[in-house]
């Protein structure tokens, strides 16, 4: 059932979004080093079954998964002139799902980073940088979805550039923008949630947050500084599920759907409108956390 996010925030309730795609993706076979966003044409149902599992466990939001498809990532695949066809391909896989739903359900087109420094720092020009995310959310929005959600950022310059790049495509399509504070409180590049929230704030999107990191301790500290900071902006949270600790058949995060229904009611009364969870988790945190937010 189709919805836009302006709408599931005016019903001033909690609005939950998804969990994990990778960890998902990989539980269904997906390989280390193989692309995940081939799997939107390769194995489409397997992406497709994942999108329905979250919202099914009660995801009002739902990601595609194109976190990675980009054409500066997608190039460590040789998939850089693909960049077109998978997210497009990304985009409806959620569309379906969304479209099938018993509830209204917004399709959150995913935009990461490119995995590369931005000058001075690295070799990506700015302007080549808006044109790639340019690139990408033409073919989001072509596919489908509802609204750009811009995510798991360090660096406000890649925010800029990825947020330039969705205006020049679509000057008032709805953005979303969610960093990752990793790194003592801060980003991996520095930036504290009251300098990014200050930031953001310019860039006129419909809600900013965190996502990802080292947990919902982190989540929860980051929120509280953003709402004291600006009270009056819809803020996102999206932890993992727990700090992952590694292992031989690589990171595995211990949080329960218990654990992470306690971190939404938390991080609710911090400030937070929109509730996920990110690596590490699935459809039975998500399901945790709706009976917690929804019970009296």
């Known amino acids: 059932m189709q919805t836009s996010l302006s709408k599931l925030l005016n019903s001033n309730r909690t609005v939950v979004a998804d969990g994990a795609m990778g960890t998902m993706l990989f539980a269904l076979g997906l390989k280390n080093g193989e692309s995940p966003e081939l799997?939107?044409?390769?194995?489409?149902?397997?992406?497709?079954?994942?999108?329905?599992a979250y919202i099914e466990a009660g995801s009002q939001i739902v990601l595609t998964n194109t976190f990675g498809c980009?054409?500066?990532?997608?190039?460590?695949?040789?998939?850089?002139?693909?960049?077109?066809?998978?997210?497009?391909?990304?985009?409806?896989n959620a569309r379906a799902e969304a479209d099938a739903a018993a509830h209204p359900v917004v399709i959150a087109g995913s935009i990461g980073p490119t995995g590369v420094m931005l000058e001075p720092y690295g070799d990506l020009e700015y302007a080549e940088a808006v044109d790639i995310f340019a690139e990408q959310?033409?073919?989001?929005?072509?596919?489908?979805?509802?609204?750009?959600?811009?995510?798991?950022?360090?660096?406000?310059e890649e925010v800029n550039a990825a947020a330039e790049g969705c205006r020049r495509v679509d000057p008032t399509f709805p953005i979303v923008t969610t960093m990752t504070y990793d790194t003592k409180g801060r980003t991996m590049m520095g930036v504290t949630p009251e300098k990014a929230i200050q930031t953001l704030d310019t860039l006129q999107v419909v809600a900013?947050?965190?996502?990802?990191?080292?947990?919902?301790?982190?989540?929860?500290?980051?929120?509280?500084k953003m709402h004291a900071?600006?009270?009056?902006?819809?803020?996102?949270?999206?932890?993992?599920?727990?700090?992952?600790?590694?292992?031989?058949?690589?990171?595995?995060?211990?949080?329960?759907?218990?654990?992470?229904?306690?971190?939404?009611?938390?991080?609710?009364?911090?400030?937070a409108r929109i509730i996920g969870t990110c690596c590490g988790s699935n459809p039975q945190h998500i399901r945790a956390i709706v009976q917690a937010l929804n019970t009296p």
């Open 137 to 156: 959310a033409q073919a989001l929005i072509a596919g489908g979805v509802d609204v750009l959600w811009i995510e798991t950022m360090s660096a406000l």
């Open 208 to 224: 900013l947050g965190a996502n990802c990191g080292n947990g919902p301790d982190e989540i929860e500290a980051v929120i509280q």
């Open 229 to 271: 900071k600006n009270p009056s902006d819809v803020l996102i949270a999206k932890a993992n599920a727990g700090l992952p600790r590694m292992t031989d058949a690589g990171p595995v995060y211990d949080a329960t759907p218990e654990v992470m229904a306690e971190y939404a009611l938390r991080v609710r009364d911090l400030g």
């Open 39 to 52: 799997w939107n044409v390769e194995q489409a149902d397997k992406v497709r079954s994942v999108h329905r």
């Open 70 to 92: 980009n054409r500066v990532r997608l190039a460590r695949h040789h998939l850089e002139d693909r960049a077109a066809e998978l997210n497009i391909a990304g985009a409806r």
